[in-house]
């Protein structure tokens, strides 16, 4: 079962090409079989007891028929009637050059017992002539009696032409069944591939569901549940979106309060701590921002690169960066800008030393952003991503909420994107962003 399962082909196509293909030629191999063993070897035998029989007549005749004018009508009567030419040369023995017989031809072998069975004398047959002619030397007491007959006197040619048919036959049957397949596959395989690009995050247009009736009702049972998804985000993002910008307005207004009181320990803290909300504010409506996007424009990512580079110096820090050439990519630039912000954030705060690099690769971009810093263990890796997520859940008071890492892969995904985290050679943690190209 095993084997079979091995020997199955693995794609849709394939197994259902096997389910029409083989039957048919299992019935073919059958029919060729039993027609080319049976039939064939009945057909040659008859047709060869035939000639080998008329060839007796002759000898017969002769010996019983000295006189030659019986003999020269019977031979004449032969060559019209049966196309068989037949001679006689006085004491002559067998031609050197004959072919020995061939082991797998039916013809030879079929003629060679035919005349065994009907003639007593002597004789060799030539059937590899190029003349489509069969030659049989028969050596009497007197003389060497020479038959040439057509081939087709003793060979039955139609079982090629029965073979081939029924090869062209199936060719043209394998021709149809692979247009028909192809089609009955395709809305599988589109379904399939928008279920993985919505699954991945990244926008699917709208498709028609076409083919069979399951697939169909499989296409809108997932176009349903893509709309149920995405309201469902819709409205988790706006709430979310709403209830950060209504904090913003008390927000400002008790900043402003604050800052008109006179100075006094109790009020700096009361500033930090409103500092630190807004903050975090500010991180919630970047995530439920990111969901709606605007469109991706031709963006230099070199020069994307060069402005996050700025803003670290500004804060009296360092990104080193390493890139190869300058890439021009489709990109969300605000989305994409604010996913390595947030991943070199992540690494300024995390370690000492962060590098940006670039590297150009066949068919896609490779962006990694390592830190020496401590970095993740294993079984954190995926778990990072979650929103609100941190492995320090104590700390609080840094006005870190655990979104950066969820934002940067919502971006990288509805870039049609992969990320994922490692362990970087610098010590710490190295985040690996591929983008097709
Ligand atoms: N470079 C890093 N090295 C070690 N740990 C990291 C690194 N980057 C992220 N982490 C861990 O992953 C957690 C989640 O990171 P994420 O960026 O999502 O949230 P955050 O940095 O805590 O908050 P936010 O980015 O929203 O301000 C962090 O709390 C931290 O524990
Ligand atoms: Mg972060």
């Known amino acids: ?104 031809s039916i013809l030879d072998r079929m003629l060679a017992q035919a ?80 279920a993985d690009a ?52 008390p927000l400002t207004r008790m900043k402003l309060q604050l800052s008109m009181m006179p100075a006094d320990p109790e009020v700096d803290e009361l500033k930090r701590d409103i500092d630190e909300m807004e903050k975090m504010v500010g991180a919630y409506l970047a995530f439920a921002r990111g969901q709606s996007e605007q469109p991706a424009e031709p963006t230099d990512l070199g020069n994307l690169i060069a402005e996050l580079a700025d803003d670290v110096r500004r804060r009296g820090r360092e990104l080193q960066i390493d890139i190869e050439s300058n890439l021009t990519l489709p990109l969300r630039r605000l989305s994409f800008k604010r996913a390595l912000s947030n991943l070199i954030e992540n690494g300024l705060r995390f370690g ?16 990694r952003i390592e830190d020496d810093g401590p970095g993740l263990p294993e079984k954190e890796r995926h778990k990072v991503f979650r929103p609100f997520y941190r492995l320090d859940q104590a700390r609080h008071g840094s006005g870190n909420v655990g979104l950066g890492l969820t934002i940067a892969r919502d971006a990288v995904l509805a870039h049609g994107g992969e990320i994922a985290l490692g362990q970087s050679p610098m010590g710490g943690l190295m985040v690996t962003i591929r983008l097709p190209v």
């Open 352 to 367: 000492r030393r962060v590098q940006l690099s670039v590297t150009r690769m066949a068919n896609r971009v490779e962006i």
């Open 1 to 104: 079962m095993t084997v079979f399962k091995r020997l199955l082909p693995r794609s849709l196509f394939g197994r259902w090409l096997v389910l029409l293909v083989a039957p048919v030629v299992v019935l073919q191999a059958l029919l060729t079989y039993i027609f080319y063993e049976r039939h064939w070897d009945a057909v040659t035998r008859r047709l060869g007891l035939g000639l080998a029989g008329e060839i007796s007549v002759v000898i017969a005749t002769r010996e019983n028929n000295s006189d030659p004018a019986v003999l020269a009508d019977l031979m004449w009567q032969m060559d019209r009637a049966l196309e068989i030419d037949i001679t006689f040369e006085p004491d002559r023995d067998f031609p050197a050059n004959i072919p020995a017989p061939r082991r797998y």
């Open 115 to 194: 005349l065994s069975e009907r003639v007593s004398q002597p004789y060799m047959i030539d059937t590899q002539r190029n003349d489509r002619t069969v030659v049989i030397y028969v050596k009497l007491p007197d003389a060497l009696m020479t038959v040439t007959a057509p081939e087709n006197r003793i060979f039955s040619t139609s079982t090629y032409a029965f073979v081939l048919w029924m090869a062209a036959a199936s060719v043209v049957l394998l021709g149809i069944a692979v247009l028909f397949l192809r089609n009955q596959i395709k809305p599988i395989r589109r379904l399939a591939e928008a």
């Open 198 to 249: 919505f699954g991945k995050g990244r926008d699917i247009a709208d498709f028609r569901p076409a083919g069979a009736e399951e697939v169909r009702a499989a296409s809108r049972a997932f176009l349903a549940m893509r709309d149920r998804i995405r309201r469902h985000i819709r409205e988790r993002t706006e709430m979310l979106a709403g209830v950060s910008h209504d904090l913003r307005t």
